[in-house]
Nanobody, 117 residues
């Protein structure tokens, strides 16, 4: 059974940082593109970042420079370091795993990030 379990969300003040983690099980982690997406209230889910292999990354243009995605294949975990957070970053952040070369994908349950003073 595939499980993607996100953690690390919470309440942070503007300008603060958070590090999200997503632990995967039930998949051959090395063969998956891992990604973070987010959905703010009343908005569609949007791409934050993806990582394929150890170093091939892709970011939403608006988030480049503030967010960093990384992965630890030994721990089957993907991370999202978020810096200089702003209220507009408030959303539920979802982890996604997509099997390389296929449309097979899995989602985590999401973790809430709230940026507020």
């Amino acid at each position: 059974q595939v499980q993607l379990v996100e953690s690390g969300g919470g309440l942070v003040q503007p300008g603060g940082s958070l590090r999200l983690s997503c632990a995967a099980s039930g998949i051959a982690f090395n063969f998956y593109t891992m990604g973070w997406y987010r959905q703010a209230p009343g908005k569609q889910r949007e791409l934050v970042a993806t990582i394929t292999g150890p170093y091939s990354t892709n970011y939403a243009d608006s988030l480049k420079g503030r967010f960093t995605i990384s992965r630890d294949n030994a721990k089957n975990t993907v991370y999202l370091q978020m810096n200089s957070l702003q209220p507009e970053d408030t959303a539920v952040y979802y982890c996604r795993a997509q099997r390389l070369g296929t449309f097979t994908a899995y989602w985590g349950q999401g973790t809430q990030v709230t940026v507020s003073s």
